[in-house]
Each structure stands twice: as C-alpha cells, then as structure tokens.
C-alpha cells in the first residue's frame, strides 16, 4: 500500500513557476514508477509526467514538454515537478500517481495509488 500527499500547489501569474512535491508512505516508493496528472476544469483527466523507477527514464506529455521536469529522490520517498513559464492553460488540480509507465503512442502510467490533488492556478 501506497498513500500519496502533493503539495506546493497556489496561484501563480503566467510566466511563473510552482514546484510540486509528493511525499509517499511505505517502503516500496522505489519499486514504483511515478507520475504527474492533471485536471483542468470541465476537463478528462490527462498526463502530464512520469519517471521510471531508478533515476532514469522521464516521460511528458506534448503540451509540457520543454518547460516541466520531473524528479524524484527515493531516499526521500518524494517525487517532484517543476513547471517554469506557466500558462492559463495549465490551470488544473494536479495529480500524483504511483504505477507503471506503459508507452504506446504516447507516454502513460498505469496508475496503482493517487493522491488527493493539488489545486494549480495560473492567472494572466
């Protein structure tokens, strides 16, 4: 059993930047992928990120890419995302999830355990 707790979620103006973390419970943080989700209003939710379970592989989604880096530190048990040059769109709850990362098209976690949501508003 996983439980996820996100944090660092605000409101910031575009342009800006927020760092979210993710602190996870147990023992078994690094047997697991990790990932970022979000859900923006009126919205499915969608992928954003995800890192392999070494501190390896990363894998974002399209419209994030170049300006969110995903990371973790599994001595911390903690799985972080930066995202610089905020957009509007980008406005959404966060999600952190705990599974497996499954490539087909495009980058995906098949997610095992999320967390309750960070709320991310970017103002213009």
């Known amino acids: 059993q996983v439980q996820l707790v996100e944090s660092g979620g605000g409101l910031v103006q575009a342009g800006g930047s927020l760092r979210l973390s993710c602190a996870a419970s147990g023992r078994t943080f690094s047997s697991y992928a990790m990932g970022w989700f979000r859900q923006g209003p009126g919205k499915e939710r969608e992928f954003v990120a995800a890192?392999?379970?070494?501190?390896?592989?990363?894998y974002y989604a399209g419209s994030v890419k170049g300006r969110f880096t995903i990371s973790r530190d599994n001595a911390k048990n903690t799985v972080f995302l930066q995202m610089n040059s905020l957009k509007p769109k980008d406005t959404a709850v966060y999600y952190c999830?705990?599974?497996?990362?499954?490539?087909?098209?495009?980058?995906?976690?098949?997610?095992?355990?999320w967390g309750q949501g960070t709320q991310v508003t970017v103002s213009s």
């Open positions: 999830a705990a599974g497996e990362i499954v490539v087909l098209s495009t980058p995906n976690l098949a997610a095992d355990y």
């Open positions: 890192i392999s379970r070494s501190v390896g592989s990363t």
